[in-house]
């Protein structure tokens, strides 16, 4: 089984910055598609940003430029650095991993069907 566990959100004011961290435990693998979704209240689940194992990433337009996804993969932890941020930004930001994808397989924001999914860390951003 895999494990995946958020921190790193908290309550900011808009143009400040956030960092969020998953980390992976149980049975991970090398080869990974990984990536950070959110949620506000009464919107639907929307990809923010992919990471795979080559190093290639896609972003949803809103985050280009302000957002940056990274991943460790000696400390197994996936990062969202978070600047600039807008009260637009305010949602629960879940982590989500596919370790069984390999170079030409279907890594982009818009993937939503991953085995694996973390609790979340909420991020709220005041004006």
């Known amino acids: 089984q895999v494990q995946l566990v958020e921190s790193g959100g908290g309550s900011v004011q808009a143009g400040g910055s956030l960092r969020l961290s998953c980390a992976a435990s149980?049975?991970?693998?090398?080869?990974?598609?990984m990536g950070w979704f959110r949620q506000a209240p009464g919107k639907e689940r929307e990809g923010v940003a992919v990471i795979a194992t080559d190093g290639s990433t896609s972003y949803t337009d809103s985050v280009k430029g302000r957002f940056t996804i990274s991943q460790d993969n000696a400390k197994s932890t996936l990062y969202l650095q978070m600047n600039r941020l807008k009260p637009e930004d305010t949602a629960m930001y879940s982590c989500a991993a596919d370790f069984t994808w390999s170079s030409g397989d279907y890594c982009y924001y818009l993937r939503d069907d991953f085995p694996y999914w973390g609790q979340g860390t909420q991020v709220t951003v005041s004006s």
């Open positions: 149980g049975n991970t693998y090398s080869n990974y598609c």
